[in-house]
DNA sequence: CGCTCGGGCTATAGAGCCCGAGCGGTGCCCTATT
C-alpha cells in the first residue's frame, strides 16, 4: 500500500483503485484539467469524491439531470459520506438558501449548468474557494450543449468567473471531436487526457434488417422470445413505447413504458419498479437511460436509430454492467432513417425564418434603438428550445443584450453568417447519422467500425463479436435461458382483481 | 419524410376512399425572494 492508497483508506475506506482511477486521480491532485474517458462502470464517482477531501477549496460537480444528482447523493451518503449536497429546483426557497450558507462545510456540491446561470447562486459561489471544477457526463456539452441545452456552453464563463479552478470532464463516450470540443467549451488549458476504450467486450451486437416495418416487427417478437432480461428497448416516439409495451403484455412479456411525456410520479415509479427486477421489460424513448444505475441488465433492443454512433454507445452501453454477457440488437428497416433526420432539420430554424423574425419582423422597428427580445418569440411563437438556441447566438454576438435587442447590431449579412453556421451544424449532426446507417447496413464489423469511430484500433481476439463476425455461435445458444412468459391480464382484469376481488374468486 | 387522424366526398343509407394537416426526442429552469 502506497501513500494514496494509505489515503484512500482513510478518507473513503477502499483498499485500492480500480483501472484507471489512481491515474486520473493523480492528474487531478496535480491540478491539472483533465478529461477522463472512462467506461460506465469504471467509477467515475471517486475521481472526484477522492480529491475533494485533499484538496482546498469546494468541488463543483455539474451533473445534467436532476434524478442523477439525487442518485449520487444519496450513493454517497448511503457509504457514509455526508460531505455532499445539491442545489436544484427541487429544493424550496429556504433549502436552497440553507444550503448555500452552509456551503463552506461541504466538500462536494452537485448542481446542474442551468442553475449556474443563477446570478445570485453564482455571486455566493464566487465568495468561496472552488477547488475543483467537475463536469460529469461531458459529452452533454458537445451532444446538447449547442441546441438543446445551452447553458452547458457558459460553463466555461461560470468557470472562469470562480477563478478559474483545475477542470475534470468524466464521460464514458467521447470521439476525438467530442474531446476537442469538451476541451474547448471548458476552456481547459493543456490538459491531460485519460482515455480507456469504449469497447465492452461482454456485450454482443447484433443488427437485424427487415423490409419494411412490419417486418421489423416481426422478426422483433421472434428474437424477444430468446433473449434474457432485464431489457430495455428503445423506441423513436412515446407512442411507439406506449404501443410496444401494449402489444409485449399481450404477447405474454411483461413490459412497462417510460418516456419524457409522462408525470415525474409515473417516471419514478417505473424506473424504481425496473431496477428492483419488478418488470422484466421497459419500452422507452432516449429518456430512459442515464444514471439507470442498475447492473445486471441482459439486453437492449433498438426498434429505432439512435441519430449517432455515440447515441448508439451510449445507450447499448447501459447492459451487462456487471460484466455478465448481454447483448444489444438493433432492428433496422430503411423508413427508420427519416425520423432521426427530421430531428436533425427541426433543430434550427430555416433560413426563410430567419429572415422572417430577423430581418423582416424588425424592419418595423428600424426607427428605435432596442425592442425587448421576448418580443420576437411572443411575435412569431417560435417554439421554446428553439428560442433559447437562437437566443444564446444572439447573446453571444451582442445582439441580445441585458433583454434587449440591439437594432443597429443587426443586419443580412449577420443573419447569413448566423444561417450559414446553423447550416455547419446541422451537416456535422447529418453526417454523424450517415455514419451510424453506413454502419448498420454496411457487412463491416460493428465492434470495428464503432471503435474506429471512437479513434480506436480492434486489435484484441474477442470471442463473439457481433452479427458480422457471427457471434450467434453454437456455445452461445446453449448459454440462452429463455424467458418465461407471463400470462396476460389486461389492465381491466389488474384493476378488477385489486378493487372487486371477490368476484375475480367467483 | 411518413404516419395517423379527421373531414368531406361519393353514392346510397353504412362504408370506403382521398386528401391535407399535424406531428414526431432529449431537461433544466422557470415572470420574482436571498
Redesign the pocket.
Known amino acids: 500500500m502506497d501513500k494514496l492508497e494509505r489515503l484512500l483508506h482513510d478518507k473513503i475506506g477502499f483498499k485500492s483503485f480500480r483501472t484507471g482511477q489512481r491515474d486520473i486521480i493523480q492528474s487531478v491532485l496535480e491540478r491539472k484539467d483533465v478529461v477522463a474517458i472512462i467506461p460506465t462502470g469504471g467509477g467515475k464517482t471517486l475521481c472526484y469524491q477522492f480529491p475533494s477531501k485533499l484538496i482546498d477549496g469546494i468541488t463543483i460537480i455539474v451533473s445534467?439531470?436532476?434524478?442523477l444528482m439525487e442518485d449520487q447523493v444519496h450513493q454517497l451518503r448511503a457509504y457514509g459520506d455526508k460531505s455532499a449536497v445539491q442545489i436544484?429546483?427541487l429544493l424550496s426557497?429556504e433549502e436552497?438558501?440553507r444550503v448555500?450558507k452552509e456551503l463552506t462545510n461541504q466538500s462536494m456540491l452537485f448542481i446542474?449548468p442551468?442553475?449556474l446561470g443563477?446570478e445570485?447562486i453564482k455571486k455566493r459561489l464566487k465568495s468561496l474557494p472552488v477547488g475543483l471544477f467537475v463536469v460529469d457526463e461531458a459529452h452533454c456539452i458537445s451532444q446538447?450543449g449547442h441546441e438543446?441545452?445551452t447553458d452547458y456552453l457558459r460553463l466555461k464563463e461560470v468557470r472562469a468567473l470562480l477563478g478559474s479552478p483545475p477542470c475534470l470532464a468524466l464521460t464514458a463516450t467521447a470521439t476525438p471531436q467530442v474531446e476537442k470540443d469538451i476541451i474547448m467549451e471548458l476552456g481547459m488549458k493543456n490538459p491531460t487526457i485519460h482515455r480507456f476504450s469504449v469497447n465492452r467486450k461482454n456485450i454482443r451486437m447484433n443488427i437485424n434488417q427487415a423490409e419494411n416495418?412490419k417486418e421489423k416487427e416481426e422478426n422483433f417478437f421472434e428474437f424477444l422470445s430468446t433473449v434474457e432480461h432485464p431489457g430495455i428497448i428503445y423506441t423513436?416516439?412515446?407512442?411507439d413505447a406506449l404501443r410496444l409495451s401494449e402489444k409485449m403484455n399481450v404477447m405474454g412479456f411483461n413490459a412497462a413504458f417510460y418516456?419524457?411525456?409522462m408525470t415525474k410520479e409515473d417516471r419514478i415509479l417505473v424506473q424504481y419498479q425496473f431496477l428492483n427486477n419488478e418488470i422484466p421489460f421497459i419500452c422507452a424513448?432516449?429518456?430512459f437511460g442515464m444514471g439507470v444505475n442498475k447492473q445486471n441488465i441482459r439486453t437492449v433492443i433498438h426498434m429505432h436509430l439512435p441519430?449517432s454512433i455515440e447515441q448508439y454507445v451510449q445507450e447499448i452501453g447501459r447492459a451487462g454492467r456487471d460484466g455478465m454477457e448481454s447483448i444489444a440488437t438493433l432492428f433496422f428497416s430503411k423508413?427508420d432513417q427519416?425520423?432521426p433526420?427530421?430531428?436533425i432539420e427541426?433543430?434550427y430554424p430555416t433560413d426563410k425564418e430567419l429572415q422572417l423574425w430577423l430581418i423582416d419582423g424588425l424592419s418595423f422597428y428600424r426607427k428605435e434603438d432596442s425592442i425587448q427580445a421576448n418580443w420576437l418569440k411572443d411575435f412569431f411563437q417560435i417554439d421554446?428550445?428553439r428560442w433559447?438556441m437562437l437566443r444564446y447566438y444572439l447573446e453571444k454576438s451582442g445582439i441580445i443584450h441585458a433583454d434587449l435587442l440591439l437594432m443597429n447590431k443587426i443586419n443580412s449579412q449577420y443573419v447569413n453568417r448566423l444561417s450559414a453556421f446553423f447550416m455547419n451544424r446541422k451537416n456535422k449532426k447529418e453526417l454523424c447519422l450517415d455514419r451510424f446507417v453506413k454502419l448498420v447496413k454496411g457487412n463491416q464489423c460493428i465492434r470495428q467500425g464503432i471503435l474506429s469511430y471512437f479513434g480506436e484500433s480492434y486489435t484484441f481476439e474477442q470471442e463473439a463479436c457481433c452479427s458480422v463476425c457471427g457471434y450467434l455461435e453454437e456455445k452461445w445458444e446453449k448459454k440462452k435461458k429463455p424467458i418465461q412468459r407471463m400470462e396476460y391480464i389486461s389492465w381491466q382484469e389488474q384493476l378488477q382483481k385489486m378493487l372487486l376481488p371477490q368476484w375475480t374468486e367467483r
Open positions: 445534467p439531470l436532476l434524478s436544484n429546483s426557497f436552497r438558501t448555500l446542474s442551468e442553475m443563477n445570485y446538447w438543446f441545452r416495418t423513436a416516439t412515446r407512442n418516456h419524457g411525456g424513448t432516449n429518456a441519430s423508413e427519416t425520423l433526420r427530421r430531428f427541426m433543430e421554446d428550445v433559447r
